[in-house]
């Protein structure tokens, strides 16, 4: 079974700093599928960012991008020049390989506060 | 229009009670989802659908039963209510996340259960 581990609980990060927000994937799988989302106080999840484990390149969209790490199967998420705004809980998750492929496993979450 | 809506978003009701929730996407996706999140936040897979048909069943009490009219609603019928039944339920659809790529889970607003 897969597991998803993202080790900080939360994060306190100055405005316009930016933020990094591990996770880490226990699988022997090649073929998989990273996410991430946002979940802020109103409750709805915001799809952030998609890296496939074969993709070349490290994924980017906006002010989200990925840093993965192949061999330890890692997708630390940076998001640049953080706003006030972008308080809220990040969960990582992961579409395992076809035969179970029909959901999202996902981490416990980070929840992010950003001071002003 | 709202991609993936559910109803009641709010749901308030006593043990043993049986209620439903509503799910209905307008994306045209062949995957719909039921997600339980825990008081802790973490997010849980409970079925998955694909084109009407079951594909995940993650050990979920056969008091929750839920039903797939056509591929774009999920419905989900609760019997006999428990305290712990209380949760945020939410529902999600996607692309068939066997075909790989970005399958992006589109989720509903939730619906927050409490059983008291």
């Known amino acids: 079974a897969q597991k998803i581990t993202q080790t900080q609980p939360g994060m306190f990060v100055q405005e316009k700093e930016a933020v990094t927000l591990d996770c880490t994937y226990d699988?022997?799988?090649?073929?998989?599928?990273l996410f991430w989302y946002k979940q802020p106080s109103s409750g709805e999840m915001i799809f952030l960012i998609y890296?496939?484990?074969?993709?070349?390149q490290n994924a980017t969209e906006g002010r989200y991008s990925l840093n993965f790490q192949k061999a330890s199967i890692s997708a630390i998420i940076v998001i640049s020049a953080s706003q006030l705004g972008d308080s809220a809980m990040y969960f990582c998750?992961?579409?395992?390989?076809?035969?179970?492929?029909?959901?999202?496993?996902f981490g416990q979450g980070t929840r992010l506060t950003i001071n002003p | 229009d709202t991609a993936v809506s559910q109803t009641p978003k709010y749901l308030v009701t006593q043990m043993g009670n049986d209620k439903s929730i509503k799910c209905e996407q307008n994306?045209?996706?062949?995957?719909m989802y039921w997600y339980k999140q825990d008081s802790k936040k973490f997010l849980k897979i409970m079925f998955s659908?694909?084109?009407?048909?079951?594909?995940i069943n993650e050990t979920v009490p056969n008091r929750f039963s839920p039903k797939s009219p056509d591929k774009a609603h999920l419905n989900l019928h609760i019997n006999s209510l428990e305290l712990g039944d209380s949760a945020v339920y939410f529902c999600?659809?996607?692309?068939?996340?066997?075909?790989?790529?970005?399958?992006?889970?589109?989720f509903g607003q939730g619906t927050r259960l409490t059983v008291v």
């Open positions: 699988t022997s799988d090649p073929s998989y599928g």
């Open positions: 994306l045209g996706h062949d995957t």
């Open positions: 659908y694909n084109n009407k048909e079951l594909i």
């Open positions: 998750a992961m579409r395992p390989p076809i035969q179970g492929a029909q959901k999202l496993v």
């Open positions: 999600a659809s996607s692309q068939d996340l066997a075909a790989g790529g970005n399958t992006e889970a589109f």
């Open positions: 890296q496939g484990s074969y993709d070349q």
